[in-house]
Nanobody, 122 residues
Framework: QVRLVESGGGLVQPGGSLRLSCACS????????MGWYRQGPGKERELVAT???????NYADFVKGRFTVSKDNTKNTVYLQMNSLKPEDTAVYYC????????????????WGQGTQVTVSS
């Protein structure tokens, strides 16, 4: 079973920083993309940042210049460094990993973590 465990969420004041981590464990092959999504109250889940196997990053416009996504391939772990946090960043942040379920799979499977709460408030 593939399991994604997020950590690092919490309560911070506006302008503060947090570093989220997501560790992927279990049997998974050929991880293609790792990334972060978030869902605020009354909103749809939205993309925050992703990083591909070659290392290409993609960021939502609302986090560019403030957030940085990175990964450690040896640990199957993806990180999200969040700086200059704003109240509107308050949401549950979910880790997402795209990889093959079996070594012979011709398609990719999507896996989600349980989420970690980030609250930005005075």
């Amino acid at each position: 079973q593939v399991r994604l465990v997020e950590s690092g969420g919490g309560l911070v004041q506006p302008g503060g920083s947090l570093r989220l981590s997501c560790a992927c464990s279990g049997t998974i092959f050929n991880i293609n993309t790792m990334g972060w999504y978030r869902q605020g109250p009354g909103k749809e889940r939205e993309l925050v940042a992703t990083i591909t196997s070659p290392g290409t990053t993609n960021y939502a416009d609302f986090v560019k210049g403030r957030f940085t996504v990175s990964k450690d391939n040896t640990k199957n772990t993806v990180y999200l460094q969040m700086n200059s946090l704003k109240p509107e960043d308050t949401a549950v942040y979910y880790c997402n990993v795209q990889g093959r379920k079996y070594s012979f799979s011709t398609t990719y499977s999507l896996y989600w973590g349980q989420g970690t709460q980030v609250t930005v408030s005075s």
